[in-house]
């Protein structure tokens, strides 16, 4: 598995546990992570190539929403 | 034992298949002695019913015969040539009796009795005439070559040589002796034997019959017992297996994405469930990608209302007019793409 993949499986692990009580707030966080990142973590598959660029983006995006990984 | 369903299904097929083969096979067999036993039954029946009607007819012949010999000494010849007539239809009688033999005679026995027969015959035909000559009758009995007997009037007709010799008493004594060989010793003896048989063969269909019933009775206990396992055993294997397929598939189509099959078989069971995963599996993955894409448009169409309000209250400021409808218009739509992304999430 790709490490694209794993940070992309961490980040949605976060948010699901982050809102699992929260449906609408799940999926509001998730879209600011895409429209921020500009792909969407669902579709990353564990085949996908390592994207330097997009791992990078995405650690600043989770930074910035305060998600570890 | 791992077994596919269309193995499953053909094993129990072949089972019940060849149960049933078997149980028609064994019955057929039983019914088959059991229909052999009545023939042997019904043909000794018939040959002691032919043994019997020869017995009667033969002492019908002799007791006309007898009565012949007794009379010819003062008969008239009118008198004798009748009772010589009584004889003779008698004994063409037996004659024809004689050519029409039943089956199930042992080797040798219908010669005997065709042979005894003719003995006593020639004895009695050898005492009439002898009788007739000592009352001077011009009448005799005589054979043919045929072996058929005829009222002759030749009275030259010879002594048959055992009989030259003999006295009235001695040839009466041979006569008796001759009937009684033939009727008591013979006859009786052979239906004694055919009643024998008939009796045992009737026994032997019996016991054919009931074993015939039995073993038809076993059998089909069998085979509704076989049937009933391999019902069962098709039941518990391929029935439940689906139902819980069903049940499972169910759930998660309500939502229970969470949700695991138990079965874990393969099998043509096995394989469709491993589909019904990779299905569900493609479910969540969409549905994630749409709860998303829903995500976005909601943060997208919240930033362009909060862009929007901020231009709107500076169009406001310049006066803008045009400016002011047009932003009115594209929050209009933000607002629409947020309700529709909502309405995509609330289904």
Not at chain 1, 8 to 22: A, G, I, P, R, Y
Not at chain 2, 46 to 60: D, F, G, H, K, V
Not at chain 2, 141 to 166: H, Q, Y
Not at chain 2, 238 to 262: C, K
């Amino acid at each position: 598995m790709s490490e694209f993949y794993n940070l992309c499986t961490k980040v949605s692990s976060h948010l699901e546990e982050s809102f699992s009580q929260d449906p609408l707030g799940l999926i509001r966080a998730k879209g600011e992570v895409a429209t921020r990142t500009g792909f969407l973590v669902s579709l990353v598959g564990p085949g996908d190539p390592d994207d330097p660029a997009k791992i990078r983006l995405l650690q600043d995006v989770a930074k910035s929403l305060d998600i570890p990984v | 034992m791992n077994l596919t369903v269309k193995t499953r299904i053909a094993v129990s097929m072949s089972i019940v298949l060849l149960m049933s083969v078997a149980t028609g096979g064994l019955s057929w067999f039983y019914h088959a002695r059991a229909a052999e036993y009545a023939a042997l039954s019904r043909a000794a029946f018939e040959r002691s019913a032919w043994i019997e009607t020869l017995s009667n007819q033969a002492t019908t012949f002799f007791g006309e015969a007898n009565d012949l010999a007794l009379g010819l000494d003062a008969a008239t010849t009118a008198e004798s040539s009748a009772e010589y007539g009584e004889v003779m239809g008698v004994d063409n009688d037996i004659s024809v009796f004689l050519s029409r033999p039943v089956e199930g005679f042992g080797e040798g026995e219908l010669e005997k009795v065709t042979g005894e027969w003719g003995a006593l015959r020639l004895a009695v035909f050898a005492w009439v005439n002898e009788h007739a000559a000592q009352g001077s009758l011009p009448t005799r009995l005589t054979l043919n070559p045929d072996g058929k007997v005829r009222a002759s009037i030749d009275t030259n007709i010879p002594m048959p040589d055992e009989f030259e010799a003999l006295d009235e008493n001695e040839m009466r004594t041979t006569v008796r002796s001759k009937a009684e060989a033939f009727t008591l010793r013979t006859l009786r003896g052979l239906g004694v034997d055919a009643s024998a048989e008939a009796q045992a063969a009737q026994r032997l269909e019996l016991e054919a019959r009931q074993r015939a019933l039995t073993v038809m009775i076993v059998s089909f206990m069998l085979s509704a017992i076989v049937v009933l396992i391999a019902a069962v055993w098709l039941y518990r294997t391929i029935a439940t297996p689906l139902n819980q397929v069903r049940n499972t598939a169910e759930r998660v189509s309500s939502g229970d994405f969470e949700l695991s099959f138990a079965y874990h078989g393969d099998d043509e069971i096995g394989a469709l469930v491993h589909a019904i995963e990779e299905m569900r599996d493609a479910v969540i993955m969409r549905v994630k990608v749409m709860q998303e894409m829903a995500g976005v448009v909601t943060v997208t169409a919240e930033s362009m209302r909060v862009a929007i309000d901020h231009a709107h209250e500076v169009a406001v400021a310049d006066d803008n007019i045009v400016l002011v409808e047009a932003l009115d218009e594209v929050g209009k739509r933000a607002s629409v793409l947020k309700q529709l992304a909502s309405q995509m999430l609330d289904s």
